[in-house]
């Protein structure tokens, strides 16, 4: 998943082809639905899912999609004659997946105006006797069945956590999926590693010291807070990677998701550190092959791509030398869509000795 103020601003790309990936099939074309041209800018701005923009860019991203397709079609075992859940169905596809593998039931539930389009693209393809079209919320709607043997979604924000949607599959687990029932993908990790990234760092953030002249420090600030979302190069990467927090979908409870964890990053090189980055990965440990796919600045970009925190200090750091600290993540109060992090970082190199707490926001 994605949120639409930020798809509009990043330009998807692709930068290597090293994924195992086979081809697609096509869904046909829809025709023009009149309720969708009664959207206005307004519905837009509060509900970004309803516009097909933000669908086409997750439907593109072939990492995201053709993982879950894989999924489903090399373990068909796991789907046929099973009653699914799809929470967030958009334009259905999990939904069409698994209704091709011979799914008995699809429940496909929706809350943006998609749904409409979801309806028509599930009939349009001749599945309307298999998949059912829900559209509301997940925590709002009513299901004609009391259980469901899988629970399939594509709930992963910026950040992996960014927009909450992860409370919504566990509260649509606790409820109506069976004991010993699937959660697909059912593993989650998040990573952090550190970059140099001084070039950027400059463009984005030093930018507002000085603006044709003018101090526009006040704005620096701002952007120090807010991290970014863009793809790093692995030539930028300085340090080891390392495993900040893992996730098992089946059985984590909504505290879960928020949560302190130490790290220690070893420089691999001599270098200068500007910034910390963030990627998850996300596995689907039922098939009969291990298959998932990682948002790594080392793998393919996906519309995910890597999650940027600027540090206040340029860290000097020779090879050998570790940054130790934690990472804090939580909801925030007033909007539980966004997220608080807190990062703790200390280095005491012969070069250099820094230690700083930093907040940022993302939302
Ligand atoms: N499954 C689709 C869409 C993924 S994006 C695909 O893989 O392409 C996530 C979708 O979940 C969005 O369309 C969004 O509108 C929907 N969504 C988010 N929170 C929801 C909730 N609480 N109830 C129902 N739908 C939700």
Known sequence: MNDGKKASKIKFSYSSDDNDITAATSVSEEEEDSAMCDQTSADY????????????????????????????????????DKIVLDVGAGTAILSLFCAKVGAKHVYAVECSQMADMAQEIVKANGFSNVITVLKGKIEEIELPVLQVDIIISEWMGYFLL??????????????????????LPDKAALYLTAIEDAEYKED?????NNVYGFDMSCIRKQSMIEPLVDSVDQKQIVTNCQL????????????????????KLTAERDDYIHALVAYFD???????????????PKSRVTHWKQTVLYLEDVLTICQGE???????????????????ITVKYALSGRRCAVSRTQSYKMR
């Not at 927009?163 to 699937?182: F, H, I, P, Q, T």
């Not at 600290?325 to 007033?334: D, E, L, R, W």
């Open 162 to 183: 960014y927009e909450n949607m992860l409370n919504s599959v566990l509260y649509a687990r606790d409820k109506w999926l069976v004991n010993n029932g699937l959660v």
């Open 282 to 296: 996300v596995s689907f440990t039922q098939c009969h092959k291990l298959t998932g796919f990682s948002t790594g």
């Open 45 to 80: 701005y509060f509900d970004s899912y309803s516009h097909f923009g933000i669908h086409e860019e997750m439907l593109k991203d072939e990492v995201r999609t053709k993982t879950y397709q894989n999924v489903i079609y090399k373990n068909s075992f796991l789907l046929k």
């Open 204 to 208: 984005k953030i030093d930018f507002w």
């Open 322 to 340: 570790t940054i130790t600290g934690s990472m804090t993540v939580a909801q925030n109060k007033k909007n539980p869509r966004d997220i608080d």
């Open 244 to 263: 900040l927090k893992t996730m098992n979908i089946s059985k984590m409870t909504m505290g879960d998701a928020s949560f302190t964890a130490p790290f």
